[in-house]
């Protein structure tokens, strides 16, 4: 028996693929976090569907949340002895400091480079090198500006400290701002990830501070947009 013929403006099945692989391309997945935000809003709207005011409200909610808790894919660099940045964002602070004196590693200064994440950008935090969770400590604080010098040992925050398999240390800090009410931090000591893997988020405006060997070489300047898990702060001695 002979097959229905195919209109012929029906897409085949590897236009439907190609399609399908568009979209994901163009539309970056969600870090689970924003469910409940985008769900939340997309209900405001479907109760409120008789009140444009409220329908809107509820739709822009939902498209904000999607926004921000977009989880775009990136591609670490392949070059070894990189660190990279463990967010997107901009470069506000690169200095030699002592390490965060919560995680007691040796009074060794250290450089730090500082990342200021406004609420446009993804708040995704990847993991600066490839190395094992040491340690991971959370330090209650104030909730000022994230962009102040000070906030770095005043703020609410969060530390991950991972060793390379080289044994060099490196610390990557989430820290709470204005806005940011909830760091959230999805590994455990004993993991070992892989660079610049997910570990984290932070909601709704943040910073986050690295915290490398100060020999290594910096190569970012200050006012520079970083992207998490692609651009390079620095390279270790060889």
């Known amino acids: 028996m002979a097959r229905p013929a195919r209109p012929a403006d029906a897409p085949d099945q590897s236009e439907l693929s190609r399609l399908v692989d568009l979209v994901r391309m163009t539309v970056p997945p969600l870090h689970p976090a924003g469910l409940p935000f985008i769900a939340g809003g997309l209900g405001i709207a479907l109760a409120g569907r008789r009140h444009r005011w409220l329908r809107n409200t509820g739709l822009s909610a939902a498209s904000f949340s999607a ?27 690169i200095e ?4 965060p004196t919560e995680l007691n590693l040796p009074a060794v200064p250290m450089t730090r480079v500082s990342i200021f994440l406004s609420v446009f950008d993804a708040h995704v935090q990847r993991a600066p090198v490839a190395g094992e969770v040491v340690t991971i400590k959370y330090q209650p604080g104030e909730f ?17 400290w991972l060793r390379t398999s ?3 240390d490196v610390v990557a800090v989430q820290i709470a701002g204005l806005i940011a009410r909830r760091i959230i931090c999805s590994t455990k000591v004993g993991d070992k990830l892989e660079l ?22 910096v190569r ?15 390279e270790l001695p060889r």
């Open 220 to 234: 970012v300047e200050i006012g520079q947009r970083a992207i998490g898990g692609e651009t390079i702060l620095a």
């Open 67 to 93: 926004l921000f808790f977009r989880h775009p894919p990136r591609v670490p660099p392949t070059r070894p002895g990189v660190i990279v940045a463990p967010a997107d964002g901009r470069v506000t602070l």
């Open 166 to 168: 080289d044994g060099v």
């Open 96 to 99: 030699t400091v002592q390490p």
């Open 196 to 217: 610049g893997e997910t570990y984290g988020l932070i909601r709704f405006g943040s910073r986050l501070d690295t915290y490398f060997p100060a020999d290594a070489e």
């Open 144 to 160: 000022g500006s994230a962009e102040r010098d000070e906030a770095s040992t005043s703020n609410e925050r969060n530390s991950v």
